[in-house]
C-alpha cells in the first residue's frame, strides 16, 4: 500500500516562531490602519438614502416613475442614481468619481460596486443673502437688478475655478505658505522690467511685505529655465515663484481666472509689474480686489511724449480707480496726471526711478540703496 503524505509547509526564518507570529500581526494590523475609514459601505448609503431621500420631489420631477407606481427611494437605488437622476434638490451626487474631499462636506461611499459621493448643498438663501451683503460695497453687483440675483446660474463645483478645469487644490496645495504680497510680472528674464521688479523686491523683503510670491504670469518653467543664475534676479531666488501658464494651463490668459486666485489668497499688498494679463484683472477686477489689499500697477517709459507702451496708452484710465500707478520716469508720472490724474480718484501716481548703481564707490552705493528703500517703504507702506 503506498501511503500519500501531505507534508506541512514549515515558515523558513531565523527568528523564533513568537517573533515570527508577532511580525504576521504588526502585518495584519498596518494592513487594518491602511484602509480608507472615511469611504463607507452600501449599508451606510442605503441609511444615507432614506435619511435624506426627497420623495415628492422626485415624483414631481419624474411622473414616470408615479406611472410605475414604484418605490421611489427603491426605483432610484437600482435604475435613478445610474440614469443621473436627482435624488432630492437638496443633495449633490456624483458617481464613479476620484474620491472627494470630505472638508469640503463630501461624504464618499461604495454602493453595488460603485463609488458614490453625496453633499448636502449650501442653503441658495443664505448665499443669495451674501451677495446682496458684498453689493453694499459693490454696487455692480446688481447692476443687472436686484431681482435677477434669485435667477443666478448655480454651478456645482468646490471652487469656481472648476468651471474652467483647474485644479484649485492643487495649486493652493502648491504654495507653501499664503503670500502678503503678491508681484506679477510676465518674464524671468536679463531685461529692464525685470531688473525693476527685482530691486523692488529686494527692498520689499521686510516684515511687513513678506512673504512674498512672485507670479510669473507668461513665461512657462521650462522656458525661464537657467533664472537662478541671473545675478539681476538674485532677490527672487529666497522667495516663492509660481508659474502660471503651468499652474492653469489654458485658462491662464484669463483676467477673471486670475481675479479670482488673488481673491482667495487675501495678499495685503499686489503688484503687478508690466504683466499685460495682470494689469487687465486690476482694470476688469480691481474694485472688488481693492477692498482688501493695497494694488499697484507699474508702468514704463517706452512711449512717445512719456508715456508707457503699449500698457501705458491702454490701461491707466481703467487701473487708476483702484490701483497706484507707479512709473520709472519722472515724463511718464506728468503725462499720467495731466491725463487722468485729476478725474479717476484712485490712490494716486507716484514717481520710483530705479535704484543706483555705483560701482566704484561703495559708500555713495549704500547711500543710494538706503534711500531707494526708503523710498520703496513710503510707498508701498503709506496703506498699510
Not at 29 to 41: I, L, M, N, Y
Not at 64 to 86: F, Q, S
Not at 219 to 242: C, F, I, N, Y
Request: hydrophobic share 40%; charged share 25%; with cysteine.
Amino acid at each position: 500500500m503506498i501511503k500519500l503524505f501531505k507534508r506541512r509547509a514549515r515558515i523558513s526564518s531565523d527568528r523564533p516562531p513568537r517573533e515570527q507570529a508577532a511580525g504576521v500581526a504588526a502585518a495584519t494590523t498596518e494592513q487594518t490602519h491602511a484602509v480608507d475609514h472615511s469611504v463607507f459601505g452600501d449599508s451606510a448609503f442605503r441609511k444615507f438614502v432614506n435619511d435624506h431621500f426627497d420623495r415628492d420631489a422626485y415624483i414631481a420631477r419624474y411622473p414616470d416613475v408615479k406611472r410605475a407606481g414604484t418605490n421611489p427611494v427603491r426605483h432610484w437605488l437600482r435604475w435613478g442614481l445610474a440614469e443621473g437622476r436627482e435624488m432630492s434638490p437638496k443633495i449633490s451626487v456624483a458617481v464613479d468619481s476620484a474620491r472627494k474631499d470630505p472638508t469640503q462636506g463630501w461624504q464618499n461611499f461604495t454602493w453595488k460596486g460603485h463609488r458614490v459621493a453625496v453633499r448636502v448643498r449650501p442653503d441658495r438663501q443664505r448665499i443669495l443673502d451674501q451677495i446682496r451683503e458684498q453689493a453694499q460695497f459693490d454696487l455692480s453687483i446688481l447692476s443687472a437688478g436686484a431681482m435677477a440675483i434669485g435667477a443666478l446660474k448655480e454651478i456645482e463645483a468646490d471652487d469656481l475655478m472648476a468651471r474652467d478645469q483647474i485644479n484649485a487644490a492643487a495649486i493652493f496645495a502648491s504654495l507653501a505658505v499664503r503670500p502678503r504680497t503678491v508681484i506679477a510680472m510676465p518674464f524671468l528674464r536679463d531685461g529692464g522690467p525685470e531688473k525693476y521688479a527685482a530691486e523692488l523686491i529686494d527692498s520689499l523683503s521686510g516684515e511687513d511685505h513678506t512673504p512674498i510670491l512672485i507670479l510669473v504670469t507668461d513665461d512657462t518653467r521650462a522656458s525661464s529655465a537657467g533664472w537662478e543664475s541671473l545675478d539681476m534676479l538674485a532677490p527672487l531666488r529666497k522667495h516663492e515663484v509660481m508659474f502660471w501658464r503651468d499652474a492653469c494651463g489654458p485658462a491662464h490668459h484669463n483676467p477673471s481666472v486670475l481675479a479670482r486666485f488673488l481673491n482667495s489668497l487675501r495678499p495685503s499688498t499686489i503688484v503687478v509689474n508690466n504683466s499685460r494679463i495682470g494689469l487687465e484683472t486690476i482694470a476688469s477686477f480691481g474694485r472688488g480686489l481693492s477692498q482688501r489689499a493695497q494694488l499697484f500697477c507699474v508702468y514704463f517709459d517706452m512711449g512717445l511724449d512719456g508715456l508707457g507702451a503699449p500698457y501705458g496708452a491702454r490701461f491707466p484710465q481703467r487701473t487708476l480707480p483702484f490701483a497706484m500707478a507707479v512709473t520709472d520716469s519722472e515724463q511718464t508720472a506728468a503725462t499720467l496726471r495731466r491725463m487722468w490724474g485729476g478725474s479717476l480718484g484712485g490712490p494716486g501716481i507716484v514717481e520710483l526711478k530705479p535704484r543706483m548703481t555705483l560701482p566704484d564707490d561703495q559708500a555713495a552705493q549704500r547711500n543710494a540703496d538706503d534711500a531707494y528703500a526708503a523710498q520703496v517703504r513710503h510707498i508701498f507702506g503709506r496703506h498699510m
